[in-house]
């Protein structure tokens, strides 16, 4: 492992830990991706969905966030720890049975590695 996907792990664990010292527990979220495209750009037929867990901790829209932004009052924001792959705006994403789409992504990095990923999204 290299220092950047060590950290990654220790983010990883340290969301699980503060869901936990707020009584909520670990808070694990889901990301729908569509399946792989088959057939022409024009009638699109895609593979099976897939499933794709992460940690994530519910973050909050400051000031600047808003400030001559789309930004809803219903929008959420997450810290979501690395997974097996890199969320997308095209995802879907479902916390505590509710789906949001995801459209802005921002990967936190070091060195060229993501440590973890702020995502926001719409319901």
Known sequence: MT????????????YAEAGAAVGSGELIATI????AQTGPD???VY????????TVLYA???????ADTAV??????????VGDVVP??????TVQ????????????RDGGTDLNYMIWARA
């Open 3 to 14: 220092a950047g996907t060590d950290i990654a792990a220790e983010i990883k664990a340290a």
């Open 32 to 35: 729908k991706r569509k399946g």
């Open 42 to 44: 024009y009638a699109p």
């Open 47 to 54: 593979g099976p969905d897939t499933l794709h867990s992460f």
């Open 60 to 66: 909050s829209f400051d000031f600047a966030d808003r």
């Open 72 to 81: 809803l009052s219903t929008d959420v924001k997450f810290k979501a720890s």
């Open 88 to 93: 997308a705006a095209s995802d879907t994403i």
């Open 97 to 108: 049975g509710v789906d949001y789409q995801i459209y802005r992504i921002e990967p936190k």
